[in-house]
């Protein structure tokens, strides 16, 4: 059996990271809740278990989501991740072809090098030395690329990197330290005994050129084994975490278990599954204007140090940007709305007139038109709506035409589920009285909430794809011009609700749509979200402004969007008109 | 007491030396754009609570300053959060943050 003190830190610290993560993820899977847990049991014996295999090499492997964001940045990944992989396969067969053994120690693939180093050759052994060289210049050059992109993180397409705390720092440098050091404890062994491959091999010659292997090589391969010993535990405590979990979180994710709403077993795998790898933070439009530390990677390294700030979990737009763009597809907004339940008030919102209020009795209708605050706010629209439906000979009933009671979103934004459920109960009651069998609103706010918590038993559209299907039913006819439009798309109705299209081919109908650089599920936010309660006006108009800069950029005739929050918010600062999609069907009728 | 024909107000002056400022001080720490307010009115134009009754964030927020805390206790409580009133605010004062960190307030003091 080959045995050598040095090989103790490594075997103990692996060890200990197996220990902590056992201990952890028992821990989790007893927290999750009970269907999640059947979920994830028969999940082993359904298609979802090879789904997950298929993207656990996609994504913890090849790390495609972080090749879409930069193709050195996923390089980077890819070298570290797919290479130690290979390194690690490779390696154990070596070993058992070169022992004819089917067992070994699990150390012996690790320091393979130093124990053997007879010149008998077993079958491609020549083959493997080549492999492991090369792969060992794979992450060489993934840690070069690390220690640069800590230097100049702009080369891999970052403007800022995320701010690591002790734990981090003392895992990342040890990670930075273990390859070179394989690297010289294989080159001093193969200086010393010829057994090395191309790299290794050559290195080893020159090095016994003017070094004293004899003394160096013992203490190279404890330098090696010991690096591996601090990797290996401070995993579970750094963002290193990642590797093990997210493997678990794609497995539970592909067997349809979801976030809820309120924290479980499962939202502790996501929150561990955070590698901080910090794309978040360019894509978070807080950034740009305010220093604070804000952004989804710091709103979870908070939640895992156990130390997070109101001021952290309430200024945030909820544009979920960084959900879309987080390559471990961590859905860092609805954990953030669910940390917020935690700060609900315990009285106050009574809201007693909402009880009082008697709905109208049922008119002999099937549309009903819900304007919302904030399209009362910007008349312009429901005049538009109401034209158009007037024009197209539709018999609709315009449920809060004296305004009604809030659709409640904005206050469960706030946390404060509880009193948000008095308002819903009001409105559902209108709705339900009014025995309409489609609901038409104006606002992406009040259609998610309707969608999301209201469970009406109606089908729920948004103006832009009522107008639509009266377009393509025939009822209104809308006539081309040669305008060219620029379309902003509004946060709850793009990424939170997937309603790209219908509003661009109304658009279509009317006029020449012009591309945007970030649209669709990239597009910025107004800067006005209601969910963020903590960022000061000025900086939300800067927000606004970079938008619009944007979005203005190829000289529209107009800039059309879809929410009367983002045109209120966009007109103020827009130098073309910003109109409502409804405006702009209206006028072309 | 007799009755003379006429009805006595109780007095209304404000004695800016005794009232209470402590939601408001609280308020403000947290929120400081509160102090922003110059009572326009144009919160109150589009307040959707406003339909049913005598809230307006103006009210509020002229309350809070004159320490008339048990008003401001019950006006807020028909507050949605809804966010119209911080659009229109021509001084950008963050309306919704302040109502909630005065409701907040009156816990802490339980007033």
């Known amino acids: 059996m080959n045995y050598n003190h040095f090989v103790i830190p490594f075997a103990a610290g692996a060890l200990i990271l197996f220990a902590i993560l056992v201990a952890r993820y028992a821990y989790w899977i007893v927290q999750m809740p009970r269907s999640d847990r059947r979920k994830a049991w028969t999940g082993f014996f359904r298609p979802a278990f ?115 705390i002790l734990g981090d720092r003392i ?45 160096l090589e013992l203490p190279a391969w404890w330098a090696y084994s010991s690096a591996l010993f601090v990797f290996f535990v401070f995993l579970p405590f750094s963002r290193y975490n990642h590797i093990p979990t997210e493997l678990f979180l794609i497995f539970l994710r592909n067997c349809g278990i979801k976030t809820s709403g309120r924290f479980s077993g499962f939202t502790e795998f996501e929150i561990y599954s955070c590698s901080r790898c910090g794309i978040c933070i360019d894509k978070c439009q807080l950034a740009e204007v305010r220093p604070q530390q804000t952004q989804a990677v710091y709103f979870l390294q908070q939640i895992r140090r156990n130390i997070l700030q109101p001021q952290t979990t309430f200024n945030c737009l909820q544009c979920g940007r960084c959900t879309e763009f987080c390559p471990v597809g961590i859905k860092a907004d609805t954990l953030r709305s669910i940390k917020r339940t935690d700060y609900s008030l315990e009285y106050g919102f009574s809201y007693k007139y909402a009880e009082e209020k008697i709905p109208p009795p049922a008119l002999p209708v099937d549309v009903g038109y819900f304007a919302g605050c904030m399209t009362h706010l910007t008349p312009s629209i429901k005049i538009a709506m109401e034209n158009i439906m007037k024009k197209a000979g539709v018999r609709y009933h315009f449920i809060d035409r004296d305004g009604t009671v809030c659709c409640g979103r904005p206050l469960s934004l706030s946390g404060n589920e509880r009193q948000a459920r008095l308002l819903m109960r009001e409105n559902k009651y209108i709705i339900r009285n009014s025995g309409i069998k489609t609901l038409v609103t104006s606002c992406p706010i009040c259609l998610r909430v309707f969608r999301e918590s209201y469970d009406l038993g109606i089908e729920v559209l948004h103006h832009s794809q009522y107008l639509l299907r009266l377009a393509e039913e025939g009822k209104i006819s809308l006539k081309p011009t040669d305008a060219v439009f620029a379309y902003h798309d509004p946060c709850d109705l793009g990424r939170g609700l997937k309603i790209y299209e219908e509003p661009r081919m109304l658009i279509a109908r009317c006029g020449e749509l012009l591309h ?74 | 007491m007799k009755n003379f024909g006429y009805t006595r ?73 809804c966010g119209k009133c911080q659009l229109v605010c021509p001084k950008g004062v963050n309306t919704r943050n302040v109502i909630l960190q005065i409701v907040k307030g009156i816990e802490k003091y339980e007033l």
């Open chain 1, 50 to 164: 090879f789904r997950s295999l298929w993207e656990v090499f996609r994504e913890s492997l090849i790390h495609k989501k972080v090749f879409r964001v930069n193709a050195m940045l996923g390089w980077m990944h890819m070298s570290f991740a797919f290479g130690w992989f290979l390194l690690i396969i490779f390696g154990t067969i070596e070993t058992k072809f070169h022992k004819h053994k089917v067992f070994n120690m699990p150390y012996d693939p690790i320091f393979l090098r130093y124990f053997e180093h007879d010149e008998k050759q077993f079958f491609f052994s020549q083959g493997f030395s080549f492999v492991m060289d090369f792969l060992l210049l794979i992450l060489l050059a993934a840690t070069f690329l690390a220690i640069f992109k800590r230097i100049r993180s702009r080369f891999f397409g970052m403007k800022r990197t995320t701010r690591l």
């Open chain 1, 171 to 215: 895992a990342l440098y040890s990670l930075w330290s273990v390859f070179p050091l394989r690297f010289l404890a294989e080159s001093f062994t193969s200086g010393l005994h010829h057994n090395g491959g191309f790299l290794t091999g050559t290195a080893g010659i020159a090095f016994s050129s003017f070094l004293p292997l004899q003394q």
């Open chain 2, 9 to 81: 107000h109780t007095d209304r002056q404000i004695d800016f030396d005794a009232t209470d400022k402590r939601l408001y001080q609280f308020v403000f720490d947290l929120e400081p754009s509160i102090n922003l307010c110059i009572f326009c009115g144009t919160c109150a134009a589009t307040c959707s609570a406003g339909h049913f009754t005598t809230l307006s964030f103006r009210r509020i927020s002229l309350l809070l300053r004159r320490g008339m805390n048990d008003i401001v206790k019950k006006e807020i409580e028909n507050c949605m959060l």
């Open chain 1, 516 to 589: 945007t650089q970030q649209e669709k599920n990239e597009a910025l936010c107004c800067g006005n979200s209601l969910a963020d309660f903590v960022t000061p006006e000025p900086r939300k108009q800067e927000m606004r402004d970079h938008t619009l800069q944007e979005l203005l950029l190829n000289n529209p005739d107009a800039l059309i969007t879809a929410c009367p929050l983002c045109k209120k918010s966009l007109t103020y600062g827009s130098n073309v008109p910003v109109k409502d999609i409804a405006e702009l069907v209206a006028e072309n009728q």
